[in-house]
């Protein structure tokens, strides 16, 4: 590594100020710091020594998706498999042509050929939003002449783990370059977006495309029109148009994730296993969990005093909420995002206990969008300035009343 760091070293004169590459200056520093820990540190008194970077706590948090990546390579190909062994279709002749190489029997009880089936899908939408929002983040880079964020290399996980696996490459491309600009650059960049970016990408697709990813189609990455038996609608779909439709589901397949759905967010197991993660090296806020947990919990509760006989989703229990959908995902990583979620204490309560209820309240009042995490957190994003506001005031009013003044 030394013959490397030598090299770069020399490389770097042409980047710095004054240099013939003065204007790709952050480029360079991003390809630098990937490779090497910086060599500059702070000198100064007034600074708080910590050994957790923005690098490390990154690397932290995509290490936590690390099960979620698992379980969206493997469900997608499962599912698949089930559609194809039914008699459904591969979507494209290059998809069909690699299911033969691969030698063309549809076994679902195969992990290694359901991996390999998820990877066809799962891998294109990844590299295209992590080409796409990597793009964007230099573009702004060098035109503000500020050194690349790491931040986005969560964003770009979390992108393919909240889309279905038919998605077209294109509308990918779009709805990451579409929701970092209006999202975060617009704003300042990393640290200055008030919404949490990967939802804002996934809510530009939502609207502008909904073909591409509502309905029950898009789930299962095969054709099966016309297939007798066989339907894509995820659980939260069937229970939105059917009374009782979860009481013949099995529950432990949902918290495993053997369910239609976006790809990563299925498995309630694999984002608790993230949770653990996050919450034992501190970068996680339980608090936000926890009030996540209690309103949906309180609201679900009260919606079920009301019966199904209206509304089929009144009847849902909190537990199959806290399974089905995005829930889990959103509750673990997007919910607990530091920059666009509430950063005192008692604001984070306040904000958590908002988003588990709103989740609860779109899911069951709103037949047309039986998800609602997406829709919830984005809501609660933009209050979380506001909640912090008056946690704070309250918590100076609170200190000058101990203090006599």
């Known amino acids: 590594m030394k013959p490397l760091r030598e090299r770069m ?4 004169s042409h980047f710095a100020p004054g240099g013939r590459f003065e204007r790709f200056g952050p480029v360079w520093e991003a390809l630098d710091t990937l490779a090497y820990t910086p060599g500059e540190v702070t000198r100064t008194g007034s600074h708080v020594r910590d050994g957790l970077d923005y690098k490390r706590l990154m690397t932290v948090v995509v290490i936590a998706l690390l099960p979620c990546f698992a379980m969206a390579v493997f469900n997608t190909g499962y599912q698949a498999s089930l559609a194809l062994q039914a008699g459904a279709t591969p979507l494209d002749d290059w998809q069909n042509a690699v299911y033969q190489w691969l030698g063309g029997s549809y076994d679902p009880g195969s ?3 359901c991996a390999l089936l998820g990877a066809l899908y799962f891998l294109p939408v990844y590299a295209v939003a992590m080409a796409a929002g990597l793009g964007i983040e230099l573009l702004f880079a060098v035109v503000r002449k500020h050194a690349v964020s790491e931040g986005f290399f969560v964003t770009g996980a979390l992108i393919p783990l909240i889309l279905p696996p038919t998605i077209p490459l294109w509308q990918v491309a779009l709805g990451t370059v579409v929701g970092l600009v209006f999202s975060k650059e617009v704003f300042g960049g990393t ?6 970016p ?3 990408c996934r809510a530009i697709l939502f609207f502008a495309y909904p073909a591409e990813i509502s309905g029950d189609a898009p789930w299962i990455a095969a054709d099966f029109v016309g297939v007798d038996g066989f339907s894509g609608a995820t659980h939260l779909a069937r229970a939105a148009a059917t009374p009782g ?3 013949g589901a099995s529950f432990g397949n949902a918290f495993l994730g053997l369910v239609p759905g976006s790809m990563g967010e299925t498995s309630a197991l694999a ?4 949770a653990i993660v996050l919450l034992v090296t501190g970068i996680g806020s339980w608090r936000i969990m926890a009030g996540v947990v209690i309103g949906t919990v309180l609201l679900s509760l009260l919606l079920n005093q009301a019966g199904s006989d209206t509304n089929p989703m009144f009847g849902v229990p909190f537990w199959w909420h806290m399974v089905l959908g995005g829930w889990a995902l959103g509750t673990v990583y997007m919910a607990t995002d530091p920059v666009s979620s509430s950063y005192t204490d008692g604001g984070r309560w306040l904000y958590g206990i908002g988003i588990g209820a709103l989740c609860v309240l779109i899911r069951c009042v709103n037949p047309a969008y039986p998800e609602g995490m997406m829709l919830a957190i984005l809501f609660m994003n933009m209050f979380a300035p506001l909640i912090d506001h008056f946690a704070i005031r309250r918590n100076v009013a609170r200190r000058l009343a101990r203090s006599g003044a």
């Open 9 to 12: 070293d020399r490389l770097s």
């Open 111 to 113: 992990m290694l050929w």
């Open 191 to 196: 640290g200055m977006n008030f919404l949490n």
């Open 198 to 200: 990967a939802l804002v």
């Open 245 to 247: 439709a979860l009481d």
């Open 271 to 274: 984002c608790l296993l993230g």
